[in-house]
């Protein structure tokens, strides 16, 4: 594995995807873990990430010389450039324009770094310090625009640094500046992907449960589906299944969870139909809060009842990501992420031991081994979609019976039209709220008082941000006459064109 210490760049996550596209596993780590725990790792290379401090800012994270001291090849990437180039004894400097963006790099001795890249091309940078002289024993590789030392490096020392971002697309020799790194320089097997994680999980499983019982909560989504199919692969019919149906699915999602794990993957699932268990409690509830814990807390009442009829399970499958880790503050020192309401969900206090094969995975990662474990391309590519359901999704009032219909309905159409327009793939999420609003329209000449439909379709990387999708007029022109036409309680259907700020992505 290859260990990329953050400083708390933008972009320190992508840079640990990267590496692992390229086919080595890597880890996040926060730059204060220290040497000890780097070397704990025995990884084969070490990224230093960028940063948003100048190394001269009073509190800017420091490097800890003895990093350099591990005997594994380093890779400072912008901030972590000028950490080294200061700590060596090159020269490092505000300077008086920063360069931010596109721009031009010049090769001028390609060393090993730049080994076989054209002596001329694009690259992203995003600094202000600059390096002007690379440390003493060091070759400059490379100038910019506004960076006399764009790329240095000391094969001797292992010791390697670019200012630009090889992480980003926009640097379109970035990935190969990394593959250099992590086979030439650190003899990495460029191997990891879906079917070595595959293997090594399954390995794991089978070493962590042993013959105990074990069983997993199904929602439907990727994750714990691709968690599931995985541990049954490992373990068998020593895995059991449990889907809580709380009636606050989307249309016939149900239905297609239980067909494909019990007749597809012959998996044992336990199938509770709770939804007038569910719905009882939510009677006269309004306020979204409220209705988020009654919806969390009533999952877990079925799912312990259910688990006590299984008896003697040991083991709870999780599937847990990387990103859930890393939020958590089990990776990066990174602050300020929101922390997930992952209602409808499980607690970690459960009365089980967890196994948690997903735990190194990012999201793609996880679509990755789906995909290889043979599930159906609907599945691996789900949109997210929320614990408690259709619930927060008919917003401003109660969630009945018969507005959860209408609005499974409405939904139903919009994930259609939306799936045979080819835009699925495309969108984070796509979804319909029922407001608790009824409005006057004219249909075939009589006065109607329907419900309000509101389209929310947004594109985003991760949820913590998100921007309205544009789609085709046309497009919503044929949801919009679908809906009023099919739906008899429908009258009118709004465009939600709130980004996230100042929105958020559920209305509720
Ligand atoms: P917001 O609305 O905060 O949503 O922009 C961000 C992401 O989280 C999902 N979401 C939830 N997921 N339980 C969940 O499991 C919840 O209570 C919940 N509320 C929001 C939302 O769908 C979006 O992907």
């Known amino acids: 594995e290859v260990v990329v210490l953050d400083y708390g760049g933008q972009y320190s996550q992508l840079i640990a995807r990267r590496v692992r596209e390229c086919g080595v596993f890597s880890e996040l780590l926060p730059h204060h873990v220290g040497a000890e725990e780097v070397r704990r790792r025995k990884p084969k290379g070490l990224i230093l990430s960028g940063g948003p401090a100048s190394v001269y800012a009073d509190g800017a994270p420091r490097l800890d010389p003895e990093l350099l001291e591990l005997g594994i090849p380093v890779l400072g990437i912008c901030y972590g450039m000028q950490l080294l180039a200061l700590k060596l004894g090159g020269r490092v400097e505000g300077a008086e324009v920063g360069e931010f963006g596109r721009s031009q790099l010049t090769v001028h001795e390609p060393g090993t770094l730049l080994a076989g890249l054209p002596s001329e091309q694009a ?9 002007y002289e ?11 625009t506004e960076s006399p030392v764009a790329a240095f490096e000391s094969t001797e020392r292992g010791i390697y640094g670019i200012q630009f971002h090889p992480e980003v ?3 379109p020799y970035g990935q190969d500046v ?32 042993g013959d105990a019982r074990v069983i997993c909560g199904l929602s439907g989504g990727v994750d ?5 199919v995985l541990v049954h692969q490992a373990i068998g019919d020593q895995l059991t299944c449990i889907f809580v149906d709380h009636g606050l699915m989307r249309k016939d999602e149900g239905d297609q969870v239980v067909k494909a794990f019990r007749e ?19 009677a006269g509830v309004s306020e ?12 877990i009442r079925v799912f312990e009842e259910e688990a006590a009829k299984i008896g003697d399970a040991k083991f709870l499958v999780q599937g847990t990501l990387y990103s859930d880790v890393i939020e958590s503050g089990g990776g990066t020192g990174a602050a300020t992420i929101k922390s997930h309401h992952n209602v409808g969900g499980l607690p970690d206090d459960l009365e089980f031991e967890l196994v948690e094969p997903l735990r190194a995975l990012f999201k793609d990662e996880v679509r990755a081994v789906g995909a290889e474990l043979g599930l159906p391309e609907r599945l691996v590519w789900r949109q997210p979609f929320p614990g408690p359901g259709l619930a927060i999704r ?9 507005r959860l219909d209408v609005l499974r309905d409405a939904d139903y159409i919009l994930q259609d039209e939306i799936r045979n327009a080819g835009l699925y793939r495309d969108l984070w999420q796509s979804f319909c709220v029922l407001p608790d609003v009824r409005t006057v329209g004219v249909q075939g000449d009589e006065r109607t008082y329907g419900y309000v439909v509101v389209i929310r379709a947004v594109t985003s990387d991760d949820a913590m941000t998100a921007d309205w999708a544009r789609l085709p007029y046309d497009l919503l022109e044929q949801i919009a006459s679908r809906m009023i036409n099919e739906l008899r309680e429908v009258n009118r259907v709004v465009l939600d064109i709130t980004s996230k700020p100042p929105g958020t992505i559920e209305w509720e």
Do not use: N
């Not at 714990?224 to 599931?228: M, W």
């Not at 008919?394 to 018969?402: H, I, L, M, W």
């Open 123 to 131: 690259c992203w940078m995003s600094h202000r310090d600059t390096v």
């Open 134 to 144: 690379a440390p003493p024993g060091f070759t400059a590789l490379a100038s910019s």
């Open 169 to 171: 697309v926009h640097t």
């Open 178 to 209: 990394l593959k250099t790194f992590l086979g030439g320089v650190c003899g990495a097997d460029l191997t990891w992907s879906a079917a070595s994680i595959v293997e090594e999980q399954i390995a794991r499983i089978r070493a962590q449960v």
């Open 224 to 228: 714990s589906s691709v968690a599931a």
């Open 264 to 282: 597809q993957y012959g998996i044992p699932l336990v199938a509770v139909d709770a939804e007038d268990r569910f719905l009882d409690k939510l």
């Open 288 to 299: 979204p809060e409220a209705k988020r814990k009654i919806i969390g807390a009533e999952f």
């Open 394 to 402: 008919v917003v401003g009032g109660e969630a009945t019976k018969e």
